[in-house]
Structure formats: C-alpha cells, structure tokens
C-alpha cells in the first residue's frame, strides 16, 4: 500500500483544515488507517485511527472533540477533519495503515510499531 497525504496548509488559531491521504492498490479496505504528527523537536505521536469499515475510531486527549477521522473505501482515501485548531496542533500530518487484530480501534493502536505502511506527511501550520 503506498499512502499520498496532502491538504495541508497555513490556518489561523480558531480556523480549520482537512488532510486526506490518498492509497494506492485494491486492498484499502483491508487497513485500518491512522494519522499520526510530529512538532519540531518532538517525537511523532498518535492522532487518531479509524478502522476498516469506518465502525469505530479512536482519538488521543488532545484533539478529541475538534478532529473527525473518516474514510472513503470507494475512493481509498481517508480523511482528518480538524477544526478549532491551535497553534500547538502545528506539525507535520502523516497517514499509516495497519493490518487489523480485531474490529474496534482504541488504545492499543497508538505505538507507531503497529503500522505497517507510512505516507510522507504533510505540513499543517496554526498561526496564533
């Protein structure tokens, strides 16, 4: 699976943005997709995740309740929706996919190890 992210873009604190990531191949479906960011300076972290039929998903602390994972299997893409941004949600985007263990997402797909396929990222900037 080869993952495209773009989308990316300089918004105001309070603004909004969507990155899409786009796959190559006929087996997206078969993937759970998450994204995860990284801040200069800091270590990449997870974001969110959805699962392969768009059942359930899963958010870190500090973006619930302003971003919304979503996918379309139609178009292989997934999506990240983030609104009320802030300047700390600056940082590089990047999508991953992730061979399922089981149908519900959650806690235990936050470590990077889980991923099998990685896009190049995309640079989401929040000006304050």
């Known amino acids: 699976v080869q993952l495209q992210a773009s989308g990316g873009g300089l918004v105001q604190a309070g603004g909004s943005l969507r990155v899409s990531c786009a796959a190559s191949g006929r087996t997206f479906s078969s993937y759970n997709m998450g994204w995860f960011r990284q801040a200069p300076g800091k270590e990449r972290e997870f974001v969110s995740i959805?699962?392969?039929?768009?059942?359930?998903?899963y958010y870190a602390d500090s973006v619930k309740g302003r971003f919304t994972i979503s996918r379309d299997n139609a178009k292989n893409t997934v999506y990240l929706q983030m609104n009320s941004l802030k300047a700390e949600d600056t940082a590089v985007y990047y999508c991953?996919?992730?061979?399922?263990?089981?149908?519900?997402?959650?806690?235990?797909?936050?470590?990077?190890?889980?991923?099998?396929?990685w896009g190049q990222g995309t640079q989401v900037t929040v000006s304050s």
């Open positions: 991953a996919a992730a061979r399922p263990r089981g149908y519900y997402v959650g806690s235990t797909d936050l470590s990077n190890r889980s991923y099998d396929y």
């Open positions: 959805i699962n392969r039929n768009g059942g359930s998903t």
